[in-house]
């Protein structure tokens, strides 16, 4: 079994572009897709996620695709900051003043279509942002003190750090109804969206974006169980080498985007974090980092080699082909890198945010000019 343990990491500013990188701020507001949702599907769409999704840290279902916290938990945390609400979630009195959480699974870059799981696109989380802030500075201009402790205050949109982890869905679902040739001529037009949703946000006040590029996709049980079976198809490490191709096509643009758009509005700071380079590392190493699974799913059924079933979701019963089947947790999740075929584990999703925090992987990387101290909860 890994042992958690207090992690407290030195990072600092290297000034690599016009603007240095800075992890002190007011507020945060995060979008994207299910690495980052705490709730927003759930209570938008009423999606039941029961237990053990939640069952390590949270002990309840927190609404998250995960056994217990994502990567964003753990940034808010090393930031000082509180868990970020989801913007949908309208019961529990959430309390958004240091910010708030408009990532919903399934989410993706480009408007949703008929088939799509979420109707809350990268555009349409940006107008509820734009909504929130309007919403928001209205009700602390007519009713005072009030609602102080709930709300931010317009300081805190300038000073705030935007967070952006979408584009995962895009790539993967394309594949479905496209060829490789296909998904990665499709990329371009995907990121002039993206890139879009960035000026909108630039337009709104924001000032400092942190970009996350997607994942080795290919290396997904998902991935694996739809568009592997063919062993010729597949890497050294198991993963769909097509999906892969992708991803790494996308993050070569996406940076290249984001290098643009600093360029362009230089009174921005726009950080660009390689996860696709960290969660390869990972898997490729994975009993080095104390895991014992690098693809198989801790929260599935079937059994070796993936414990995948696309027909049934973690935590569920259905009765499959005559059979009455139940999607169960592993007895230690923490040995796994995959959670449910889609989502990290909260130990491997520990495992990503350190390695964000020691700055290597980012764009500008941060460095021991100007240190201070970051501390992570556990």
């Known amino acids: 079994m890994r042992i958690s ?18 992890l002190k701020y007011l507020s945060a507001f995060n979008f994207g897709d299910s690495n ?33 916290r994502l990567v964003i938990d753990y940034l808010m945390d090393a930031m000082d900051m509180p868990f970020l609400n989801p913007y949908l979630d309208s019961l529990g009195l959430p309390n958004f003043k240091k910010g708030c959480n408009f990532a919903a699974a399934g989410s993706t870059i480009l408007p949703p279509n008929p088939t799509s799981v979420s109707p809350f696109s990268f555009d349409l989380q940006i ?20 609602y102080e402790k709930y709300l931010p205050p317009s300081d805190y949109y ?33 990121l002039e969206t993206f890139e879009a949703g960035l000026k909108r946000l630039y337009e709104e006040g924001a000032r400092n974006f942190w970009i996350h590029n997607t994942g080795p996709l290919g ?11 063919d062993s010729t198809k597949l890497d050294q490490f198991g993963c769909v080498s097509s999906h892969n191709q992708a991803a ?34 990972l898997i490729a190493n994975y009993s080095q980092y104390g895991f014992e699974n690098p693809i198989k799913v801790c929260c599935g059924t079937g059994g070796a080699p993936l414990n995948y079933d696309s027909r049934i979701s973690c ?18 999740s923490s040995e796994y890198i995959n959670w449910d075929g889609i989502h990290y584990t909260e130990a491997a999703n520990h495992f990503v945010s350190d390695q964000i925090l020691t700055g290597k992987y980012s764009d500008p990387a941060f460095s021991d000019q100007m240190p201070f101290l970051l501390s992570i909860k556990l």
Not at 160 to 166: N, V
Not at 220 to 229: D, R, S, V
Not at 264 to 280: A, E, G, M, R
């Open 248 to 281: 790494k096509l996308f993050n070569l643009q996406l940076h290249a985007l984001s290098n643009k758009f600093q360029a362009q509005f230089p009174d921005s700071n726009v950080t660009y974090v390689d996860i696709f380079l960290i969660k390869s590392n």
């Open 158 to 190: 300038a000073k705030g750090l935007y967070l952006i982890d979408i584009g995962q869905n895009d790539i993967a679902g394309a594949f479905y109804s496209k060829t490789l040739d296909q998904v990665l001529a499709s990329i371009p037009s995907t």
């Open 315 to 332: 935590g569920q019963t259905k009765v499959l082909d005559g059979t009455t089947v139940t999607a169960k947790a592993c007895n230690d």
């Open 36 to 68: 980052s949702d705490t709730g927003d599907l759930v209570a938008g769409l009423g999606v039941h996620l029961d237990l053990p999704n939640g069952q390590n840290y949270f002990k309840i279902s927190s609404q998250r695709f995960c056994d217990g």
């Open 127 to 146: 107008s509820q942002f734009i909504r929130f802030k309007s919403r928001a500075l209205e009700l602390l201009a007519k009713t005072g003190r009030r």
């Open 219 to 229: 290396c997904l049980a998902q991935n694996i169980a739809k568009f592997g079976t």
């Open 5 to 22: 343990f207090v992690v407290f990491v030195f990072v600092t500013i290297y000034i690599q572009k016009s603007n240095s990188v800075d």
